[in-house]
């Protein structure tokens, strides 16, 4: 069975600064992948940023980049110049096996971040 | 905006109520997903479909059912409802099977009372 897990408290940052959003993994699949979603208050799912299991290096998307530790098991988003619009929740998926039918995503519990001007 | 559209976006009904949530893919994509946010369970798989046939199935209650048309467009149906079946319902659509990206709709809130 696949398992995100997002432990960190509300977390706060300045604008303009970086933040890391921690997320964990676990599964028995080799290949699978590996989402960021982010929820603003209006309710909609965004789609970030995605890394593969045998992606070669850390996906980037503007001033978003997923930092990929594959023996930690940890998916980590990193946020660069931090916007007051980035205040939303964000919440880590993985989908696996890539090979598969089954396409479905598991959803970890979502980390909610606010950036003070 | 994602291109997946869905419809209604607020429904209020009482218990024991049956409704049908509807969704629309971004064009070409040809598989489609249903998912239910919740406070207590939050982001959970309901169920996929894949060009009108279904692919994967999730927590989905017998109480709920879907289809996904040949147009491609897919409702979700639920029935006798319960007080905690109030949440946001997303679909979301992806061009394949084997691809990666899901883009998700705006989502359809229910509140059952």
């Known amino acids: 069975a696949q398992k995100i897990t997002q432990t960190q408290p509300g977390m706060f940052v300045q604008e303009k600064e970086a933040v890391t959003l921690d997320c964990t993994y676990d599964t028995s699949d080799p290949s699978y992948g590996l989402f960021w979603y982010k929820q603003p208050s209006s309710g909609e799912m965004i789609f970030l940023i995605y890394?593969?299991?045998?992606?070669?290096q850390n996906a980037t998307e503007g001033r978003y980049s997923l930092n990929f530790q594959k023996a930690r098991k940890s998916a980590n988003l990193v946020i660069s110049a931090s916007q007051l619009g980035d205040s939303a929740m964000y919440f880590c998926a993985m989908r696996g096996p890539m090979t598969g039918a089954n396409s479905k995503l598991t959803f970890g519990k979502g980390i909610t971040l606010s950036v003070r001007p | 905006d994602s291109g997946v559209t869905q419809t209604p976006k607020h429904l209020i009904t009482a218990t024991g109520q049956r409704v049908t949530l509807r969704c629309s893919p971004r064009?070409?994509?040809?598989?489609v997903y249903w998912y239910q946010q919740s406070l207590d369970q939050g982001l959970q798989f309901l169920i996929q479909?894949?060009?009108?046939?279904?692919?994967a199935k999730g927590n989905i209650l017998e109480r709920f059912s879907a289809q996904q048309f040949p147009d491609l467009h897919s409702e979700l149906n639920l029935s006798s409802l319960e007080l905690g079946d109030s949440a946001l319902y997303f679909c979301?659509?992806?061009?394949?099977?084997?691809?990666?990206?899901?883009?998700f709709g705006p989502g359809t809130r229910l509140t059952v009372t």
């Open positions: 064009s070409g994509d040809l598989s």
């Open positions: 479909y894949y060009n009108g046939e279904e692919r």
């Open positions: 890394q593969g299991s045998y992606d070669q």
């Open positions: 979301a659509s992806s061009a394949g099977t084997g691809t990666n990206e899901q883009y």
